[in-house]
């Protein structure tokens, strides 16, 4: 059938180790397109809980590095306020932003990042497994 091309989804797990509380704002790699797609989803599955609070705290963004690691846009994110918590073994969403409702487009070799942003002392966060959902376009 000339032009017809199913629509899979895909799904890739990494594992990003622990971050403690005092560590500055880090970022790991966690996800390099295979192909051009769309980001769907992504979530964390943190093997340890973090308690979520306004003033020390972190924030889980990702971060599209593009395919020569510069990229700064911040694609989704999920801020560790008070009563957004990390409970133990339990999938959480990181939301993507509006601008991406219909999923974050890549192209083959771009590079996505988990960037844990301190905020006041930090709060220690992870491990993690991070999962991330796409289809090829």
């Known amino acids: 059938m000339s032009g017809f091309r199913p629509t899979f989804e895909y799904h890739q797990t ?10 500055a704002t880090q970022q790991d790699p966690i996800f390099i397109a295979p192909c051009a ?3 769907t989803a992504v979530s964390v599955v943190p093997q340890a809980a973090s308690t979520g609070d306004n003033t020390n705290t972190k924030n889980l963004n990702i971060v599209n590095k593009g395919a020569s690691g510069a990229g700064t846009t911040e ?3 999920l801020d560790l306020v008070s009563g957004t918590d990390l409970v133990a073994f339990d999938e959480k969403a990181i939301p993507l932003n509006a601008t991406y409702t219909n999923g974050v487009s890549l192209s083959e070799g771009d ?5 844990t942003e301190k905020v006041g002392t930090g709060v ?9 959902d796409y289809v090829p376009v």
């Open 124 to 132: 220690a966060v992870g491990p993690f497994i991070v999962s991330i």
């Open 75 to 77: 694609v989704g994110n």
């Open 37 to 39: 797609c769309k980001v």
């Open 14 to 23: 990494n594992f990003v180790a622990a971050v403690a509380a005092a560590t």
């Open 111 to 115: 590079v996505l990042s988990l960037q």
